[in-house]
T-cell receptor, first 109, second 116 residues
Framework: GQSLEQPSEVTAVEGAIVQINCTYQTSGFYGLSWYQQHDGGAPTFLSYNALDGLEETGRFSSFLSRSDSYGYLLLQELQMKDSASYFCAGRGYGQNFVFGPGTRLSVLP | ETGVTQSPTHLIKTRGQQVTLRCSSQSGHNTVSWYQQALGQGPQFIFQYYREEENGRGNFPPRFSGLQFPNYSSELNVNALELDDSALYLC???????????????FGPGTRLTVL
């Protein structure tokens, strides 16, 4: 089976840095993706880690350690518009995409 | 380049009925996946179509079925609707070819299905 775990909620202030962790258990795994979803909106792709290490895209960075079955999304210079739900997702055997339960980020002024 | 579109936006059905949801993939994308998202939860993978054939399926019963057409559009059909089928249904298109591109999925705005 495949499952991913994330904290349910994270709160931070504008300008701060926040890290959203994701741990996974899967019998087969092809990298970790991150998606952002605003209330009432569709998920949008943020990043993908196929290999161990850090991937940086602007204010967002994502990290993967396959030996630890662990990854995280790092958001820097937080803005109010970053308030949203963030999902980690992995692709397992059989082309199945498995999403985590999501972390709701609230950015306070 | 047009994005992913879905229709209808909202739909209300009664238990036992059948429903067809439609999705138009982003131009050039050969893969479409369908997801069910309950309120406050992550999207649950229903199935994926690649070049008009199902090539992956999540833990959903056979009454959930789909089609993908040569023009990149696709359908999700649900028979014998149950109350628990009430959810947001999302389709996502991607370009299968190399792993990175595959993992970048472009989601449509979703169809909100309510089963009474």
């Amino acid at each position: 089976g495949q499952s991913l775990e994330q904290p349910s909620e994270v709160t931070a202030v504008e300008g701060a840095i926040v890290q959203i962790n994701c741990t996974y258990q899967t019998s087969g795994f092809y990298g970790l993706s991150w998606y952002q979803q605003h209330d009432g909106g569709a998920p949008t792709f943020l990043s993908y880690n196929a290999l161990d290490g850090l991937e940086e895209t602007g204010r967002f960075s994502s990290f993967l350690s396959r030996s630890d079955s662990y990854g995280y999304l790092l958001l820097q210079e937080l803005q109010m518009k970053d308030s949203a739900s963030y999902f980690c997702a992995g692709r397992g055997y059989g082309q199945n995409f498995v999403f985590g339960p999501g972390t709701r980020l609230s950015v306070l002024p | 380049e047009t994005g992913v579109t879905q229709s209808p936006t909202h739909l209300i059905k009664t238990r036992g009925q059948q429903v067809t949801l439609r999705c138009s993939s982003q131009s050039g994308h050969n893969t479409v996946s369908w997801y069910q998202q309950a309120l406050g939860q992550g999207p649950q993978f229903i199935f994926q179509y690649y070049r008009e054939e199902e090539n992956g399926r999540g833990n959903f019963p056979p009454r959930f079925s789909g089609l993908q057409f040569p023009n990149y559009s696709s359908e999700l059909n649900v028979n014998a609707l149950e109350l628990d089928d009430s959810a947001l249904y999302l389709c996502a298109s991607s370009l299968e070819g190399w792993e990175g591109a595959y993992n970048e999925q472009f989601f449509g705005p979703g169809t909100r299905l309510t089963v009474l």
